[in-house]
Each structure stands twice: as C-alpha cells, then as structure tokens.
C-alpha cells in the first residue's frame, strides 16, 4: 500500500476508511505477471485441504510477495460446496495413483479396508499435484488475457488512470467509472479520435497527427461524475509524458476543463477527483449564464428537458462557442425502433431507481437532431455511438456554419 493509499484509509469515519480499503484491495499488485501469480498461488492454496485457514494464508502470502490478497483468495473460492466435492475426489484419485501406482477404489468395501493414514496421504499428495497443475493453468490464462488487453489496447490504460480518480469517493463510484469508460464508446471517441482537435480539411496526414494546441476553454454540461474531464486529463498527462500512443491523433490541450452539474452530491464527486485540473460548477446551465469555450460537451443531456429548453439550451450554447469551436452532443435515435425502446426502458428504469418518478423524457429522431442544430446554425455530422452496446445513441459533432 502507497503512502498516498494508506492517507486515504486513515482519512475520514470507519465505514468510509474501510469503503477505501476495498478499492485498494481490489486495485493493488496490478500488471499481468503480478496478477497471474496472485491467481495462480490462490488456486493452489484453495485445493489444499486446509479448510478455514485459506482466507489467513492469502493474506500473509499475498503481504509478504505484495501481490493482489483479494483476488488471491477469490481464486482460492476454487473449493466452494459446488466444487469441493469433486475436487477432493480429483485429488485422492490423483495422490493414490502417484503414490501406489493405481486409482483408489470406490466402493465402500474397498474405502473400509483402506486406512485414513493411507487415504490422508493420498489426499495430501493429491492435492499438491492437482492444485500445481490447476494454479498453472489459471495463471497462464490470466496472464495472456492480461498482457494481451494492455498490448492490444492502450486505451485501457488510460481509462484506468481516470478510473482510479474516483477510488477515494468508494468502491461504487469506482466501479461505475471503470465500467463507464470501458464499455462506453463515446469517452474513447471524443478523446482519442481526434473529434475535439479536427484537422483542416485540406491538411495532410502529416499534419492531422502532428502536436497541436487546443487551448480555450471546454465546457461539459451535465458532467455527472467528470468522467470526460478525467479522461481529458489523463489523456494531457500521457501525451506531456511522450506516453501517447504513436498513430494516435495528440490529445486536445486546453487552458481551461470546466464541468456542470446539477446534482449537488454528484458534483462533489467530481470535484474531489478533478481538483487541480479541473473546475466544477454545481448549477443547472439551463438558468447559468453561458461560459464562452471552444468546445462543447452535452452528452445524454438534451432528452432529460422539454423541446423548448432543448431548443432554449442549444442556442446559448451556439452564442456561448468560439467560431473555430466544436459541440459534441450524444443522443438517442428515436427512429431505431427495438433498439431505441432498450434506452427508453433503461431512462425509466434509473429514473425510478433515483425516486425521480415524474421524470419526463423528449427525444427525438437522428435527423430531427440535425435538423434542429442546422436552425441554431450548425453544420452537423451524424456519427454511431452504439458499437458494443445494444443502444440506439449518436454523436453529433456540430461546427459553425460556414458563411
């Protein structure tokens, strides 16, 4: 544990220290060498037959090698009442074929004429022949998955930096923003597929992937969590430390990462995990007055108002955007029938779950959503947003109209 880690459990009341350590326990010994030798010792311990002492001994083994003690003594659960049985089975068939040469017999007979010295003898020597055999196997396995989504996907890095901002506000806000930034499309494309930081059209590849400044500010309207502004500033330090992966288009640098937020709660969560670089504002951008930036955020924001504070929104919006700025917006497809319903039924869902049961929800089509940012006078693209996921979302990346 860092001394950054063991600051963060001592700070704070009991139930919150021990929310941190559960974080700290679930992210400490990472990389794929560490992370398949903590599985790999803890399928070996679970198929010995040292029955209530599995949880103390991944605690000190993991202490002293410091590697990973919770996912050591997940891995030893090898030998829960589903398994066990057919374990210890596995193993005395496997201890009495090394030791005399022959499988032991099942019949009750045959079990009665044998002694417990010979039957424990068996199990013993069983046990560490198969648990060897096993914790090699799943060793393996989790080190080729590992290193092979690290290597394949640098991209996962990034996202668990920005995940691990959350690790002091506790295990949910954590997983929520591992899974977010992992499983949804739109954080990699809005930071790393250049979207905040497009080339001229008529300029070469040389110069679409070459160093470039953003500068300005960019604006997230309902931020939630910050989880873009993190990944922003993940992505600003890899990139300064020549850790950015080559091919990719350089990261949008800007002077200034602010976030809005209605939810006063949901905003403190952002705020501790961005302070330094970021500002986060607990204010509802539909009464605020516009924050001039180059780039604009509004992701799954508009279909939460009515259509008239959607169109009163957008306009300030298009009075607040630097000429030369960019507006990214993620909405549904209201015309994507089945897939469409999926998102519907997932807003009714969460609105429920947070006891906002009059939530009132207006979404409209992909082409309606166009239609209504060439009125505020953009032109817009229509990207899928959808890949991976079984929703109906869209991004618009919507520029000023040119003249």
Same mark, same amino acid.
């Given at each position: 544990?860092?001394?950054?880690?063991?600051?963060a459990?001592?700070?704070?009341?009991?139930?919150?220290?021990?929310?941190? /350590?559960?974080?700290?326990?679930?992210?400490?010994?990472?990389?794929?060498?560490?992370?398949?030798?903590?599985?790999?010792?803890?399928?070996?311990?679970?198929? +010995?037959? $040292?029955?209530?002492?599995?949880? +103390?001994?991944?605690?000190?083994?993991?202490?002293?090698?410091?590697?990973?003690?919770?996912?050591?003594?997940?891995?030893?659960?090898?030998?829960?009442?589903?398994?066990?049985?057919? &374990?210890?089975?596995?193993?005395?068939?496997?201890?009495?074929? +090394?030791?005399?040469? =022959?499988?032991?017999?099942?019949?009750?007979?045959?079990?009665?004429?044998?002694? &417990?010295?010979t039957?424990?003898?068996?199990?013993? !020597?069983?046990s560490?022949?198969?648990?060897? !055999?096993?914790?090699?196997?799943?060793?393996?396995?989790?080190?080729?998955? !590992?290193?092979?989504?690290?290597?394949?996907?640098?991209?996962?890095?990034?996202?668990?930096?920005?995940a691990?901002?959350?690790?002091?506000?506790?295990?949910?806000?954590?997983? @929520?923003?591992?899974?977010?930034?992992?499983?949804?499309?739109?954080y990699?494309?809005?930071?790393?597929?250049?979207?905040?930081?497009?080339?001229?059209?008529?300029?070469?590849?040389?110069? %679409?992937? *070459?160093?470039?400044?953003v500068?300005?500010?960019?604006?997230?309207?309902?931020?939630?969590?910050?989880?873009?502004?993190?990944?922003?500033?993940? *992505?600003?330090?890899?990139? /300064?430390?020549?850790?950015?992966?080559?091919?990719?288009?350089?990261?949008?640098?800007?002077?200034? +990462?602010?976030?809005?937020? #209605?939810?006063?709660?949901?905003a403190s969560?952002?705020?501790?995990?961005?302070?330094?670089?970021?500002?986060?504002?607990?204010?509802?951008?539909? #009464?605020?007055?516009?924050?001039?930036?180059?780039a604009? &955020?509004?992701?799954d924001?508009?279909?939460?108002?009515?259509?008239g504070?959607?169109?009163?929104?957008?306009?300030?919006?298009?009075?607040?955007?630097?000429?030369?700025?960019?507006?990214l917006?993620?909405? %549904?497809?209201?015309?994507?029938?089945?897939? @469409? =319903?999926?998102?519907?039924?997932?807003?009714? &869902?969460?609105?429920?779950?947070?006891?906002a049961?009059?939530?009132?929800?207006h979404?409209?089509?992909?082409?309606?959503?166009?239609?209504?940012?060439?009125?505020?006078? @953009?032109d817009?693209?229509?990207?899928d947003?959808?890949?991976?996921?079984? @929703?109906?979302?869209? /991004? $618009?990346?919507?520029?000023r109209? %040119?003249?």
């Amino acid at each position: 544990m860092t001394g950054d880690q063991q600051a963060a459990v001592n700070e704070g009341p009991l139930w919150l220290r021990v929310r941190r /350590l559960l974080v700290i326990l679930r992210t400490e010994g990472a990389g794929p060498m560490r992370e398949g030798a903590a599985i790999a010792i803890g399928v070996f311990v679970g198929c +010995l037959p $040292l029955y209530g002492f599995h949880l +103390l001994i991944c605690g000190v083994v993991g202490t002293m090698l410091r590697l990973n003690r919770l996912k050591m003594y997940l891995a030893a659960n090898i030998s829960n009442p589903f398994i066990a049985p057919w &374990l210890l089975l596995l193993e005395v068939h496997a201890g009495a074929w +090394l030791r005399r040469g =022959t499988f032991q017999p099942l019949s009750v007979e045959a079990v009665q004429q044998t002694s &417990l010295a010979t039957l424990g003898l068996d199990l013993i !020597v069983g046990s560490v022949a198969v648990g060897a !055999v096993l914790a090699g196997l799943a060793g393996w396995a989790t080190y080729a998955f !590992v290193r092979r989504s690290r290597h394949q996907d640098a991209y996962s890095e990034l996202s668990r930096r920005a995940a691990d901002r959350y690790i002091r506000a506790g295990v949910v806000a954590w997983e @929520f923003a591992r899974g977010k930034l992992r499983g949804d499309p739109i954080y990699r494309a809005s930071v790393c597929d250049g979207l905040l930081t497009p080339p001229a059209p008529s300029a070469p590849l040389a110069e %679409a992937t *070459a160093p470039s400044r953003v500068g300005g500010t960019l604006l997230d309207v309902g931020c939630g969590q910050g989880l873009t502004l993190a990944l922003l500033a993940e *992505a600003r330090r890899a990139y /300064l430390a020549g850790a950015w992966p080559a091919g990719w288009p350089s990261p949008p640098q800007f002077d200034r +990462l602010i976030g809005i937020e #209605t939810r006063g709660r949901v905003a403190s969560v952002a705020a501790a995990a961005l302070a330094g670089d970021a500002d986060v504002i607990t204010a509802d951008a539909r #009464t605020t007055a516009p924050i001039r930036a180059k780039a604009i &955020l509004l992701f799954d924001v508009l279909h939460m108002m009515s259509l008239g504070e959607q169109e009163s929104l957008l306009a300030s919006m298009a009075a607040a955007l630097e000429a030369v700025g960019v507006m990214l917006i993620r909405e %549904a497809d209201a015309a994507a029938g089945w897939r @469409f =319903t999926a998102i519907k039924c997932g807003n009714r &869902l969460k609105a429920v779950v947070y006891g906002a049961w009059t939530q009132s929800f207006h979404f409209r089509t992909a082409a309606e959503w166009r239609a209504c940012l060439v009125r505020h006078g @953009f032109d817009a693209e229509v990207r899928d947003m959808s890949t991976g996921t079984p @929703f109906a979302n869209v /991004l $618009l990346v919507a520029t000023r109209r %040119a003249s």
